[in-house]
């Protein structure tokens, strides 16, 4: 099986490099190739590769065999994966879905910063504050929110089929119906004090309420978006951006960040946390102990509990001995792939052991 939001290890700076950048679809073989410490000892083998034009700001599989791109030139692209002779191909694109209106059309494109999808549908968002909601055998979008918000968008995720959520660069996380004709959201949820940027948003899996965001300052901040408009949960983390967070897709009591500082967190909030064997290998372990009040009163979600006693929380960092900033991550399973400044991607086999 493959991940569902797969890498993406890029960030943009001030300065543009014309570059071939590509997309490169892997095999990292089979469970016997696994090391002590559980990270993969084969060599993974290119399967296929395509250029790309611009930066791959985000990625994900839209099926088994189609993944969508986002560029930094505003573009999106659903690439083909023909598997019978390991070959990809451009199956649709969308230029300029995302691109600044005050500048001519040769170089107006606006970096397109996130993508999620949902078959047949996926949704787009971008510097330009813009909302696309595109279907994957149509030519054009089914929907353009414009002026979805006034700075830049840096993630969205799909709350129900219907709903999506936005997160921004004023730390702002908004709900959007996408049943409702009119151009604004729904709910606007706010970080109080400092208008710190979000990063990155996951929704829990089988919680819907339940939503995790990361941002510049490297906190954790949990919500429940049923209630209030601050979040339930913020927890000191990472000492630079948080680039990415995800609840394990089928084991959702842990969720994993990485940050620019080089670190990559799990946390786990599974019940008798204190008494069960590790998950994770023992090399360079570091774990802390974590309570967190909370505001609500009636939920059953782990990362919602507000009883201390019970709420214990575990973090391991998985890379110990860290250097250059770990850009994404994904999970599926036993299985952890992540991505570094050190154009590197690393696979752990065996997260749950």
């Known amino acids: 099986p493959r991940p569902d939001p797969t890498l993406h290890t890029t960030k943009t700076g001030g300065v543009i490099f014309v570059q071939d950048n590509r997309i490169s679809i892997w095999s990292v073989g089979d469970l016997g190739n696994v090391g002590l410490n559980g990270e993969y000892q084969g060599e993974p083998q290119l399967l296929c590769d395509i250029r790309h034009n611009g930066d791959v700001m985000d990625m994900q599989f839209l099926d088994q065999e ?42 107006g494109g606006a970096a397109c910063t996130g993508v999620i999808c949902n078959n047949p549908e996926i949704v787009t968002v971008g ?45 702002q996380l908004k709900i959007w119906d996408l049943r409702q004709q009119r151009n604004e959201p729904s709910q606007i949820f706010s970080l109080t004090g400092d208008r710190v940027p979000l990063h990155c948003v996951d929704r829990h899996p089988n919680q819907q309420h339940v939503v995790a965001t990361g941002g510049q300052d490297g906190m954790l901040s949990v919500w429940d978006i049923r209630q209030g408009t601050m979040p339930v949960s913020l927890l000191n983390a990472h000492e630079a951006e948080m680039w990415e967070v995800h609840f394990h897709p089928s084991n959702p009591d842990h969720l994993f960040t990485c940050s620019e500082d080089g670190s990559l967190w799990h946390w786990d909030t599974s019940t008798d946390v204190a008494e069960k064997p590790s998950f994770l290998h023992q090399g360079g372990r570091s774990t802390t102990y974590f309570s967190h009040n909370t505001i609500n009163q009636s939920v059953v979600s782990a990362w919602l509990s507000n009883d201390p006693t019970k709420d214990r929380m575990e973090i391991t960092n998985l890379i110990p001995n860290q250097t250059l900033s770990v850009n994404s991550l994904d999970i599926l399973g036993p299985c952890l792939v992540y991505g570094t400044d050190a154009e590197a991607i690393y696979v752990n086999r065996q997260l749950f052991a």
């Open 66 to 107: 189609r993944i969508v791109v986002a560029s930094s030139t505003g573009t999106v692209t659903v690439f083909h994966h023909h598997q019978n002779n390991q070959t990809l191909s451009a199956n649709q694109r969308w230029e300029k879905a995302h691109s600044h209106v005050d500048q001519d059309t040769s170089c």
């Open 127 to 171: 510097e330009d504050g813009r909302i696309n909601l595109f279907r994957a055998d149509q030519k054009d979008a089914v929907r353009t929110i414009d002026n979805a918000d006034s700075s830049t968008l840096h993630a969205v995720t799909f709350l129900r089929t219907t709903e999506i959520l936005t997160v921004n660069s004023i730390g």
